[in-house]
């Protein structure tokens, strides 16, 4: 009886931890598969947003200066909506930011929007897009006009599970980086 007993308890033992483990494993591979799903997202929205946007920033102070365009930057910001007939401007600006807490990594993307009617701001708002970035950046190349001619981001995100070193060296966070260039519309063709 005493043997069963033994022989019982180390594979009940046993079980549970390849149980454990395969918690663990499941934990960072949905971690993982969820920061891609959302940064992938994210910069689709980005590209299209810069696709459609008018008016960019920054701007470089000589445009034919090629030390200062292309300009590289931690933000984008451009005006994403225009009515001439009502005045209503929005504002967007995709900025990089020092995480507010350690463990969402160093950085967050964050997105700031404001409305304006004529010169007057009516309603700012802002909210988080990504947490546990480890880079982005913005590199906006200009022609005379002032006219953006391309904007490439260039982003690196770490999956967001606490768990990657505790499981195995394979397993560890891979981090995932995307990389987008975009050419904004051109007004004059679009009318």
């Not at 992938?40 to 946007?53: H, K, N």
């Not at 967001?160 to 070193?165: H, P, R």
Request: without cysteine; glycine residues 4%; charged residues 25%.
């Amino acid at each position: 009886m005493l043997v069963a007993l033994t022989i019982t308890a180390t594979l009940l033992t046993a079980s549970l931890a390849a149980l454990d483990a395969s918690f663990k494993a499941y934990k960072h591979t949905t971690d993982a598969v969820s920061t891609h799903v959302v940064s992938r997202i994210v910069m689709g929205r980005l590209t299209a947003m810069i696709r459609t946007g008018d008016e960019f920033g920054p701007y470089p102070i000589d445009i034919f200066n090629p030390l200062e365009n292309p300009v590289d930057s931690t933000f984008i910001e451009f005006t994403a909506l225009r009515d001439h007939d009502t005045g209503q401007r929005r504002i967007v600006r995709v900025e990089r930011r020092d995480a507010l807490s350690a463990d969402r990594g160093p950085y967050e993307l964050w997105y700031i929007q404001q409305d304006f009617v004529g010169d007057e701001l009516q309603a700012t708002s802002e909210s988080p897009l990504i947490t546990n970035l480890q880079s982005i950046g913005f590199r906006l190349e200009y022609e005379a006009g002032p006219r953006l001619v391309r904007a490439t981001i260039d982003m690196i995100v770490e999956p967001d599970d606490d768990q990657a070193g505790k499981i195995h060296t394979s397993l560890a966070s891979d981090k995932l980086r995307l990389v987008a260039s975009v050419v904004p519309r051109r007004l004059d063709e679009v009318d």
